[in-house]
């Protein structure tokens, strides 16, 4: 029989918020005032966001941990992403958590990545604290924002147990804390007893040996690989044999040649680590998330960290264009492969797959957005590839096609109703649920398609003139709901290798949105521009004006040509066709045909009308 005890001295925290609700600058606060910094030192805002594309976008896409002391109690935090794109790392850090806040926005409520992170943790009982954050906006609704809380608890199956749940209120931004959101708080003191108080210590078995479950992989070039995970029993020292339990029970042997633990946001040097503590072990370089590591005269694996299925799929392959390995240095098929393989060792929601050419491989994940912040990673890292525009996964059920239903939220002025409405049952979706709160602001809630919202992102911040706000969360696979148009437009594409000219592009300017200014390189089959009408042409935009010794008596009309907005990755990869890709490389975002020759297009455009003909 198993005598249970709690390691009182440690406490395990995840913090759970939609994307922008407050969390990392909450987490800020919180190092401030647990005496992590010394006094006047210089500090940046928002620490957690150690990755350029976070500091960037303002939002958190890797999971990460820390470590703040408190009445001699040691809490490790750990910041989860608030998008249901990077479900897999809210997944995995979890499996180290043994409470969580859940922090919602006093006027936004709890939005759809909210309860996909929430759903995790009530499954996994965790210990849930609640804080409604930014209760000095002018806007902020704190009596109705509780209500929807205690509705979306009791909405995902909440025990009573877990709807008992300690209460705050917050202004994160001035580190801040209360009781009610009428008095003024002095600080987070409160926030931090009652962390200390709610939450219990990391339960243990004093009588079992070493566990470890794998929950996060890191690299130091000093030591090799390191195991980022919790100690779930027992204790472990440097120097240490143990072993390793990898998927499908095969076993490799360890020897620990270092043992760190969190202490702030560093990681230092311990000789000896205690249960419940989060770690981190190097020693072993053929090591997976979910793997538990454990001693060899007992071993006993750990359930390992599930995610949910991928739902998109995207191509990715070598550069092909006639100005491949101009910008990038790494351009080989073998370096892609390799920097995918490390992302799946990295990511566990991440799949690859080989294709039938040798030259591009599949990678599977949680949505669009994920995939962008992969290639635009690689690009950074002076990768040259092209990708293809992003799919949904289908599945066949009992010879019925389903696909990945989304549950949409749509918060818009009433004024875009009718349009926002429209839009999305063009592409298949229904509405399901309709809030007007009286503000002149809508909330809209639809079940739609998720290979619908590939693209539509764009398109609806044009139609609610940027202020509208989209959020999604994977409802389920439903049945296939057919096909529909997505993209009404054509293309403008090059027909010739060259630069594009002033004048060219000024006379194609009527045909359409050009995306090339002047003195860019352009090749045969390279897309220029978005053509007004729903077929692709052939242009020249390298055209020059024809020079005579004849003069007019008035001087030439200068050429003026319309400004040319940036290309950004997300709207390449909304834009493109399935017959389209686009070429990334760390300087350029450039969008081509997967076919580059237009004489081969046009053969086969030729057989597909004849085909349909016959047909």
């Not at 957690?48 to 500091?55: F, G, T």
């Not at 926030?191 to 996060?216: K, N, T, W, Y």
């Not at 981190?280 to 793997?291: K, M, Q, T, W």
Request: hydrophobic residues 35%; charged residues 30%.
């Amino acid at each position: 029989m198993s005598n249970k005890v709690y390691n009182n001295g440690l406490r395990n925290i995840a913090i759970i918020a939609h994307v922008d609700h407050g969390k990392t600058t909450l987490v800020d606060a919180m190092f401030k005032q647990s005496g992590l910094f010394r006094e006047g030192q210089d500090v940046d805002e928002r620490i957690m966001d150690s990755m350029d594309l976070e500091r960037e976008r303002g939002i958190t896409i890797a999971a990460k941990n820390c470590s703040v002391s408190w009445k001699d109690t040691k809490i490790n935090i750990i910041d989860t992403p608030g998008h249901a794109d990077f479900g897999g790392e809210v997944e995995r850090s979890l499996s180290m958590a043994d409470g969580a806040i859940l922090l919602v926005d006093a006027s936004e409520g709890p939005l759809p990545q909210t309860r996909f992170v929430l759903k995790k943790a009530l499954e996994q009982h965790l210990s849930l604290m609640v804080v409604i954050n930014k209760v000095d906006r002018q806007d902020a609704r704190p009596a109705e924002v509780l209500n929807e809380i205690y509705d979306l608890f009791i909405d995902l199956d909440a025990s009573e147990e877990q709807l008992d749940f300690p209460l705050l209120y917050a202004i994160g931004r001035d580190g801040i804390a209360m009781e009610s959101p009428d008095e003024r708080g002095e600080n987070l003191h409160i926030l931090l007893d009652m962390i200390v108080d709610h939450v219990p210590g990391p339960e243990h078995d004093p009588d079992e040996p070493f566990q470890m479950l794998v929950s996060d992989l890191s690299y130091s070039d000093y030591v090799g690989r390191l195991a980022i995970g919790k100690v779930h029993h027992g204790v472990a020292k440097s120097n240490d044999q143990l072993l390793c339990i990898a998927d499908g029970g095969r076993t490799v042997p360890l020897k620990v040649t270092k043992l760190q633990t969190y202490d702030g946001l560093q990681v230092v040097p311990t000789d000896t680590c205690e249960p419940g503590d989060i770690v981190v072990i190097a020693g072993i370089e053929d090591v997976h998330i979910g793997d538990t590591i454990c001693t060899k005269e007992d071993p006993k694996a750990l359930p390992r960290i599930t995610v949910d299925e991928p739902t998109v799929s995207m191509r990715f392959g070598i550069n092909t264009s006639p100005l491949a390995g101009q910008e990038g240095k790494l351009v080989q098929t073998n370096k892609i492969r390799e920097r995918l393989h490390k992302e799946t060792l990295l990511n566990v929601a991440i799949q690859v797959e080989d294709t039938d050419g040798r030259d591009a491989y599949l990678v599977k994940g949680r949505g669009e957005f994920q995939m962008a912040i992969l290639v635009e990673q690689m690009r950074r890292e002076g990768f040259e590839l092209s990708v293809g525009r992003p799919e949904v996964i289908l599945k066949y059920e009992d010879g019925q096609k389903t696909e990945p239903i989304e549950h949409l939220y749509v918060d818009c002025d009433e004024s875009f109703m009718g349009i926002v409405t429209e839009k999305i049952q063009i592409r298949k979706g229904r509405m399901t649920n309709m809030v007007n709160h009286g503000t002149g602001r809508v909330r809209l809630e639809f079940s739609v398609p998720s290979r619908a919202l590939i693209g539509y992102r764009d398109e609806f911040l044009t139609d609610t003139k940027g202020t509208g706000i989209m959020n999604s969360y994977l409802e389920e696979y439903g049945e296939y709901r057919g096909e529909f148009t997505s993209r009404y437009t054509g293309s403008l594409v090059a027909d010739r290798t060259g630069k594009a000219v002033a004048y060219g592009l000024f006379n194609l300017e009527p045909r359409g949105r050009i995306f090339v200014v002047p003195g860019d390189p352009v090749y045969e089959g390279m897309i220029i521009g978005e053509h007004n009408r729903e077929n692709d042409i052939n242009v020249n935009p390298a055209k020059e004006k024809k020079l005579t010794n004849m003069r007019a008596s008035g001087k030439d009309e200068a050429v003026v040509l319309t400004p040319v907005k940036p290309m950004t990755l997300e709207y390449a990869l909304n834009f493109i066709k399935d017959d389209e890709e686009v070429e990334v490389t760390p300087l350029s975002i450039r969008l081509r045909k997967t076919e580059l020759s237009g004489l081969v297009r046009h053969r086969e455009e030729g057989k597909k009308k004849k085909g349909k003909e016959n047909g």
